[in-house]
């Protein structure tokens, strides 16, 4: 026990799961070691807890265990849930007889710890799938890990902890999905960032994966973490690679008929700049914590309401704690994106610049504001009003601070900053702020200021304050 904290450490952690005589199950690890199942096997009493712990570090061995991988990948997300589907099904035939009260569970995982030359900087995929009642149909939660230490070794130290970790969280924290995140990072402070997961199974009927993609961010586990249209939590090493990225940062509360336009005239000046199709280009929405928390604390139904929103126009979502842009970018280039874009708002970049300010003195100013544009990529520019309409901004007539004037000036004649100049005009004057506060008081015609179909999730679900004042007498 951890006499500051209150918290379990990771030996004892290890102990409580061998001495439960109802918990039995496999560990399967490819790369990295057996470093988890070595953590249950040095405190003792894992003959209680173990069935079987192997590892195919043969690529060979591996396919003939596991089956081959079309993508030549192994540390990859199908990788995980063939691992999980082998070694389970072994479990469930050969023991389910003989011990009809245990509860069965597999641990799996494929890592690439830091190579030599450190040009590999380490990550992994980690699956647990597990009964909470004998004979129960089994959940599965899965993660994706990348190592921040720049040692071999301790990234092997790091993933048994998260692995015990993990464990430990499926069986003792399932009651509380949120506590089971948080506790992830257990004794691994720095170490780990965990930007994917997904759970799914009967004891976890209503958990929503883009609540749980929230978490990790709200929790430090990661910068960024990404759900699909369909609210499937994703991972950019799955869909990003090679391929061209625009992205859409706003608050979304609510998506307008304005944020429609941003993204689809956005989307058509990306593919028409860099001779792209639909099969190498992605699009994006962007949704900043610090937007979810000017309120105060994160509100999860606040949270969902955008996502639901967002999901409901096709969009993939990425939720982030990058206040500024340098940190999102850096994330999203270091999957190797062909070409990578972000769209705003034209006072969205006047507000990056005046943050570039503030941050960093006039005096480096210059050289922050100039490495954003360092990784390769495209800042698109929508026109926006002032507050009270009365001056459309773009990137020509932006106030700009005198110490980046020239470079800013550069940046637009190199095209590293470019306005989208189709765009429907007669919308502009909308603002998603007095749109919000028309729904609250539900006013008329707050409704048509939406995309389709938006309305109807508002009233039917009560989003964004409507139910309060809906129902008049």
């Not at 063939?82 to 799996?108: G, I, N, Q």
């Not at 004979?135 to 040692?151: A, C, F």
Request: aromatic share 10%.
């Amino acid at each position: 026990m951890d006499n500051t904290t209150g918290r379990i450490d990771t030996d004892q952690k290890a102990l409580e799961i061998n001495l439960n005589d109802k918990i039995y199950g496999t560990f399967a690890e490819i790369g990295a070691g057996q470093e988890v199942a070595r953590h249950f096997f040095k405190v003792g009493a894992a003959a209680g807890t173990i069935a079987k712990s192997m590892s195919a570090y043969d690529k060979t061995f591996s396919d003939c265990i596991y089956g081959e991988e079309s993508s030549g990948r192994y540390v990859c997300e199908s990788r995980i849930h063939k691992m999980l589907d082998h070694e389970y099904s072994l479990m469930d035939e050969r023991l389910t007889e003989s011990r009809p009260k245990t509860c069965f569970f597999v641990f799996a995982d494929t890592v690439a710890a830091i190579n030599y030359s450190k040009t590999v900087k380490g990550h992994g995929w980690l699956g647990m799938r597990f009964q909470l009642e004998p004979q129960g149909q089994p959940n599965d939660i899965l993660l994706h890990v990348r190592m921040l230490d720049n040692d071999y070794r301790l990234q092997q130290n790091a993933i048994g902890i998260l692995g015990v970790n993990f464990v430990y969280g499926c069986y003792f924290l399932n009651h509380n999905i949120e506590a089971l995140i948080a506790s992830l990072m257990d004794d691994l402070h720095d170490r780990i960032s965990i930007d994917m997961i997904e759970v799914s199974g009967p004891n976890f009927p209503n958990v929503d994966n883009r609540l749980l993609s929230m978490y990790l961010v709200k929790h430090d586990l990661t910068d960024v973490a990404m759900f699909d249209a369909n609210g499937k939590s994703m991972h950019p090493s799955e869909f990003l690679y090679r391929k061209s990225l625009m992205v859409v940062r706003g608050t979304y509360r609510p998506p307008t008929i304005v944020s429609e336009d941003v993204f689809e005239q956005g989307i058509r000046k990306f593919k028409e700049d860099f001779k792209l199709d639909d099969d190498n280009a992605s699009l994006m929405a962007e949704i900043t914590m610090q937007n979810l928390t000017r309120e105060g604390d994160v509100q999860d139904l606040d949270y969902l309401a955008r996502a639901d929103m967002l999901c409901a126009m096709g969009y993939d979502t990425i939720v982030s704690s990058c206040l500024d842009h340098q940190t999102l970018v850096n994330y999203l280039a270091d999957y190797k994106t062909t070409h990578l874009a972000l769209v705003v708002g034209a006072r969205e970049l006047e507000d990056l610049i005046n943050e570039n300010t503030k941050m960093t003195g006039q005096e480096n100013m210059l050289v922050t504001f100039g490495r954003l544009f360092s990784r390769n990529i495209t800042v698109y520019v929508y026109p926006a009003y002032n507050d009270d309409k009365t001056v459309l901004f773009t990137s020509k007539n932006l106030p700009v601070h005198p110490m980046i004037k020239y470079l800013y000036q550069h940046l637009i004649e190199q095209n590293f900053i470019v306005d989208i100049t189709e765009y429907n005009a007669q919308n502009l004057d909308i603002f998603p702020y007095e749109v919000l506060q028309e729904i609250k008081e539900n006013k008329e015609g707050w409704e048509d200021k939406l995309p389709k179909g938006l309305a109807d999730i508002i009233r039917n679900k009560g989003y964004f304050g409507w139910k309060s004042v809906a129902i008049k007498s």
